[in-house]
């Protein structure tokens, strides 16, 4: 394994994509870039950048693509990203995106973008029984035997269910990722970059799979 790697993951919400990440970038020693996590962020922080954010994400909607690609774009120009690699969660989401992208790192080209190919009906059962820290963002399954209050063991926050992660909210942004990001399989693939990687089965499978992807297009 040579550390460094340069990946975006696409995939529904609720594909695992986060978890995936998180082992991926441990895997290569890389910072995982979710914008997810960064909004999140900015809404504890009650920034005005959060203030926004918040509202759109609570109903399921999109925050705007020129605020997304300055965010990205900065955060890809600090010094970890520029000299070991990144993974990239949850970003790009529209074509818009994908094209602003490519001209970021136009210098140092992508690897690869995996699509973790998870079906609807899958994810939707996933996310209903998703649970997550409020504070540092670590993500659990709920069985139904849970315990109340429920404390994070990564660094003893509240785990609870996400704001956006009511049926109203995940059926439109599954609508939304259906309509906005499915166009990004044929861009990336238009180019032969695109690498479609089953998502189903035992977390440990899945991820073996994502790193002989990522060895065979490095
Ligand atoms: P999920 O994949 O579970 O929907 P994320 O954590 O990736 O969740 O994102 C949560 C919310 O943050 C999205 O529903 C959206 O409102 C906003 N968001 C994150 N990334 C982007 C992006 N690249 N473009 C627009 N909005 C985004």
Not at 30 to 55: F, N, Q, Y
Not at 107 to 127: F, T
Not at 133 to 147: E, F, I, S, V
Request: aromatic share 4%.
């Amino acid at each position: 394994m040579i550390p460094g790697a340069r990946l975006i993951i696409l995939g529904r919400q609720g594909a695992g994509k986060g978890t995936q990440c998180v082992r991926l970038s441990r895997h290569y020693v890389v910072p995982h870039i979710s914008t997810g996590d960064m909004l999140r962020a900015a809404v504890r922080e009650g920034t005005e950048l959060g203030m926004m954010a918040k509202e759109v994400m609570d109903a399921g909607g999109l925050v705007g693509d020129d605020i997304m690609i300055g965010i990205v774009d900065e955060r890809l120009r600090a010094d970890d990203a520029r000299n070991r690699g990144y993974i990239l969660d949850g970003f790009p989401r529209t074509v818009a995106q994908a094209e602003a992208l490519d001209s970021i790192t136009a210098e140092r080209p992508l690897h690869a973008v995996i699509d973790l190919d998870v079906p609807r009906e899958i994810v939707l059962e996933r996310i209903s029984s998703r649970r997550v820290c409020r504070d540092c963002g670590t993500n659990y399954t709920a069985t139904g035997q849970d315990p109340s209050p429920w404390i994070c063991d990564t660094c003893g926050g509240d785990v609870q269910q996400r704001d956006d992660d009511t049926p109203e909210a995940v059926n439109r942004r599954l609508d939304l990722y259906e309509s906005q990001t499915t166009p990004l399989k044929r861009y990336y693939s238009a180019d032969g970059r695109l690498v479609v990687v089953n998502g189903v089965g035992h977390p440990d499978h899945v991820f073996a799979r994502l790193t002989s992807t990522v060895e065979s297009h490095r």
